[in-house]
């Protein structure tokens, strides 16, 4: 038998998972539906026209996103704590089946759940706004901006880094995750504008990774970048951080010790 990874003990793993935690997270999905339901239902009520697709899809992003880091941010919880942390670690599987077991549900199954429960509720509200005509634009994921394929990228990225901060911080994990991340947005922001004022001899407005550097010259604003055409780059760096997060956060459950 695999000392790493057994196929049959990693399903018996997940089941046990799934019993002890099924309340919990459907309470947790009844809370996350509650809050689209009021926050998007009040600010329909207060527009004066029906919520337009382009509206609808900055609630899915916001709702993708925070609710999926907030999640995230809890699911190696348990190693905060000195007693559940013995359990989680003396029980009899790999610590690698441990990891996928909360891979899973903060990511497919956070996705497979979140997608159908956001169009519940925007069919919900559709319904019973008077104001919504027969052809009222409903948002498509598949075709809305930003496109799925990037918002997945996005969604992989922070899922990571939040699963790096539930397993490394003890306590107040998407809190301390969140402001790690702030700070090191910053510094690699200032870092790559120190970087790009060096090349160019001059001091800049705004220089952001990824994105043009702005300088002004008399009284003109002018925009260098050489950026154009290189998304697919942007994005395949992101799938990499991600993906090196991802083990990153492995390496740092299979490090704890009872």
Avoid: C
């Avoid at 999640?71 to 670690?89: E, H, P, R």
């Avoid at 019973?128 to 052809?135: K, Q, S, T």
């Amino acid at each position: 038998m695999s000392n790493h990874f057994n196929l049959s003990r990693f399903a018996l793993l997940f089941r046990k998972h799934t019993v002890e935690h099924y309340k919990t997270y459907l309470m947790s999905l009844a809370v996350l539906l509650g809050a689209m339901f009021l926050i998007m239902g009040t600010a329909s009520y207060m527009a004066v026209s029906p919520m337009p697709a382009t509206e609808q899809s900055i609630f899915f992003l916001f709702f993708l996103m925070g609710a999926g880091m907030v999640f995230s941010s809890t699911v190696f919880a348990q190693l905060g704590d000195k007693k559940k942390a013995i359990a989680f670690l003396t029980l009899p599987a790999s610590q690698l089946e441990k990891y996928l077991v909360g891979w899973l549900y903060s990511f497919p199954i956070y996705l497979l759940l979140f997608i159908p429960s956001f169009y519940l509720i925007i069919y919900i509200l559709l319904s019973i706004d008077p104001r919504v005509g027969p052809e009222h634009e409903v948002i498509n994921i598949l075709t809305s901006e930003p496109p799925l394929h990037i918002l997945l990228t996005f969604y992989a990225l922070f899922n990571a880094l939040m699963l790096v901060g539930s397993a490394y911080f003890n306590k107040h994990h998407f809190i301390k995750t969140a402001f790690a991340g702030f700070l090191g947005i910053l510094l690699l922001y200032n870092l790559n504008k120190q970087v790009l004022q060096a090349m160019l001899g001059r001091d800049l407005a705004s220089a952001g990774p990824f994105s043009a550097a702005y300088f002004m010259e008399n009284d003109k604003r002018f925009e260098v970048g050489a950026y154009e055409g290189n998304e697919p780059l942007v994005l395949l760096l992101l799938v990499v951080l991600a993906l090196v997060s991802w083990v990153v956060a492995y390496f740092k459950i299979k490090e704890k010790q009872v």
